[in-house]
């Protein structure tokens, strides 16, 4: 394993013996480099204790989706509260000194999983088709690769419609070893007929029924040595549920009208859109299924939850709809439109949007105003004070609960908005700066002084 992150020993940490730490690192295949204020990517933070500030130095190292493993090396493990308020940072991992030999090996086996989780990140599998830039989305990105890849469990996916759930189960399809070669099986649980529900999942003999000329394999047949999703399960009838469940426990079932116990084995992907412990409280959803379907449960974010993710999915969407005019994009007035809009289907609405967008553009040129249906114009003046909702309330008010000055929140603010506006313009100051209304002078001189505070702990490089 070739890993290279920086390393950072806090305040000159003397607990830390960090000569043998190097090398028992460089012997377990890390070569750590030096730490400044502006290293970017994995790193190692060395630290005696927890307190706040190292969870703002870990907060603003992760913002760019890079890991931090702090390695606390005082020899007292932290208590339950600062572990969690350190995780909740952004903190990949806390690790408590024994000895250098054994903290290095433990580090090496960290990385290398992370790293093999990148990779699979990085492939054409999850690049081409699952887009998104936003932390929330790649968050659970991350938790389906590595459940994918290294579990063979059941996936619960929870979220609204139109999230892009049945993508994600197709992910788990296609990085689960097991289930190489196989088709994915689905099954829309809302189409389910009642008195053909038998058949659809267990298969049923000639002559089972009336209507039954010819025997027919059914979904858990098909799924055999491989994946079966079942969408909107929360829809599922309770006797459909009980006979799920016995499939499931005992990987065994007969066909409608036959005699013979065949064997089943597949992986199960199930989604909803359904508070199914809700359901449960409500005698329409069985407890002891739900424990059964949900050993990992990824809940998928709105697109409301991940909105920088809106311009990058327009973009894909129109390279879909119109491969013929290639880096095709939008004009300024047509992105402030589409991160405007609300988006109540979430992904598939926005899909559907550029969709009826792109069919009216002709000729050269960008994406203009006039290419936007009549009924998608936004109404004069309703930009003005939008951002201001409740979601912005919201997050205030938890910062005022929680105990966070005026000052402390106006920082946050801006600098959580020049990190955005950075971002969207693919990291032009220029641009960012022009859409904030400052200079370009004054964007840089708020970042420079941002990471001289971040970086004014000295460490013992």
Same mark, same amino acid.
């Given at each position: 394993?070739?890993?290279?992150?920086?390393?950072?020993?806090?305040?000159?940490?003397?607990?830390?013996?960090?000569?043998?730490?190097?090398?028992?690192?460089?012997?377990?295949?890390?070569?750590?480099?030096?730490?400044?204020?502006?290293?970017?990517?994995?790193?190692?933070?060395?630290?005696?204790?927890?307190?706040?500030?190292?969870?703002? %130095?870990?907060? *603003?190292?992760?913002?760019?989706? &890079?890991? #931090?493993?702090?390695?606390?090396? /005082?020899?007292? +493990? @932290? =208590? !339950?509260?600062?572990?969690?308020?350190?995780?909740?940072?952004?903190?990949?991992?806390?690790?408590?000194?024994?000895?250098?030999?054994?903290?290095?090996?433990?580090?090496?086996?960290?990385?290398?999983?992370?790293?093999?989780?990148?990779?699979?990140?990085?492939?054409?599998?999850?690049?081409?088709?699952?887009?998104?830039?936003?932390?929330?989305?790649?968050?659970?990105?991350?938790?389906?690769?590595?459940?994918?890849?290294?579990?063979?469990?059941?996936?619960?996916?929870?979220?609204?419609?139109?999230?892009?759930?049945?993508?994600?189960?197709?992910?788990?399809?296609?990085?689960?070893?097991?289930?190489?070669?196989?088709?994915?099986?689905?099954?829309?649980?809302?189409?389910?007929?009642?008195?053909?529900?038998?058949?659809?999942? %267990?298969?049923? *003999?000639?002559?089972?029924?009336? &209507?039954? #000329?010819?025997?027919?394999?059914? /979904?858990?047949? +098909? @799924? =055999? !040595?491989?994946?079966?999703?079942?969408?909107?399960?929360?829809?599922?009838?309770?006797?459909?549920?009980?006979?799920?469940?016995?499939?499931?426990?005992?990987?065994?079932?007969?066909?409608?009208?036959?005699?013979?116990?065949?064997?089943?084995?597949?992986?199960?992907?199930?989604?909803?859109?359904?508070?199914?412990?809700?359901?449960?409280?409500?005698?329409?959803?069985?407890?002891?299924?739900?424990?059964?379907?949900?050993?990992?449960?990824?809940?998928?974010?709105?697109?409301?939850?991940?909105?920088?993710?809106?311009?990058?999915?327009?973009?894909?969407?129109?390279?879909?709809?119109?491969?013929?005019?290639?880096?095709?994009?939008?004009?300024?007035?047509?992105?402030?439109?589409?991160?405007?809009?609300?988006?109540?289907?979430?992904?598939?609405?926005?899909?559907?949007?550029?969709?009826?967008?792109?069919?009216?553009?002709?000729?050269?040129?960008?994406?203009?105003? !006039?290419?936007?249906?009549?009924?998608?114009?936004?109404?004069?003046?309703?930009?003005?004070?939008?951002?201001?909702?409740?979601?912005?309330?919201?997050?205030?008010?938890?910062?005022?609960?929680?105990?966070?000055?005026?000052?402390?929140?106006?920082?946050?603010?801006?600098?959580?908005?020049?990190?955005?506006?950075?971002?969207?313009?693919?990291?032009?100051?220029?641009?960012?700066?022009?859409?904030?209304?400052?200079?370009?002078?004054?964007?840089?001189?708020?970042?420079?002084?941002?990471?001289?505070?971040?970086?004014?702990?000295?460490?013992?490089?």
């Amino acid at each position: 394993m070739h890993c290279e992150p920086w390393l950072h020993v806090w305040d000159k940490n003397e607990s830390c013996d960090r000569k043998t730490l190097l090398e028992s690192l460089a012997g377990a295949g890390i070569r750590p480099r030096p730490f400044d204020s502006s290293a970017a990517g994995d790193g190692i933070l060395c630290v005696a204790r927890l307190n706040e500030d190292i969870c703002e %130095f870990v907060r *603003e190292h992760t913002r760019n989706h &890079g890991r #931090v493993l702090v390695l606390e090396t /005082a020899g007292a +493990a @932290a =208590d !339950g509260a600062q572990v969690w308020q350190l995780l909740h940072a952004g903190a990949s991992d806390l690790l408590t000194w024994s000895s250098a030999v054994g903290v290095a090996e433990r580090i090496k086996a960290r990385f290398a999983r992370w790293q093999a989780v990148d990779a699979i990140m990085q492939s054409a599998a999850v690049i081409d088709r699952l887009v998104g830039v936003s932390a929330a989305w790649r968050s659970t990105l991350r938790q389906i690769v590595e459940i994918a890849r290294f579990t063979s469990g059941f996936v619960l996916l929870i979220g609204e419609s139109g999230t892009g759930k049945e993508l994600l189960a197709r992910l788990v399809h296609e990085l689960d070893s097991n289930a190489a070669g196989s088709e994915l099986v689905v099954v829309d649980c809302t189409t389910i007929v009642p008195e053909l529900s038998g058949s659809e999942f %267990f298969g049923h *003999e000639r002559g089972a029924f009336t &209507g039954a #000329v010819a025997m027919r394999d059914g /979904a858990f047949s +098909a @799924a =055999d !040595g491989g994946v079966l999703f079942l969408d909107e399960v929360g829809e599922l009838p309770i006797p459909l549920q009980a006979q799920l469940l016995r499939v499931i426990q005992e990987g065994t079932y007969k066909r409608v009208g036959g005699n013979v116990w065949r064997h089943a084995a597949f992986r199960l992907v199930s989604a909803t859109n359904k508070d199914l412990v809700e359901a449960i409280a409500g005698g329409n959803f069985r407890n002891d299924l739900f424990y059964r379907i949900a050993s990992w449960v990824v809940r998928v974010p709105s697109l409301q939850e991940r909105r920088e993710d809106i311009l990058p999915l327009a973009r894909h969407f129109l390279r879909v709809f119109r491969p013929d005019i290639p880096d095709l994009d939008f004009e300024p007035a047509v992105r402030s439109l589409l991160l405007a809009r609300v988006y109540p289907g979430n992904v598939r609405d926005l899909r559907h949007l550029v969709a009826r967008i792109a069919s009216r553009h002709v000729g050269p040129g960008p994406i203009t105003v !006039g290419d936007v249906p009549v009924d998608e114009y936004p109404a004069v003046g309703a930009g003005d004070g939008q951002w201001l909702n409740a979601d912005f309330e919201q997050a205030i008010r938890h910062a005022v609960d929680i105990g966070a000055g005026l000052k402390e929140i106006s920082q946050a603010a801006a600098e959580t908005a020049m990190r955005i506006a950075i971002d969207n313009e693919d990291g032009s100051l220029q641009l960012a700066a022009q859409r904030l209304g400052v200079t370009d002078r004054a964007l840089q001189m708020r970042r420079a002084a941002r990471r001289k505070h971040n970086g004014n702990h000295p460490d013992a490089n």
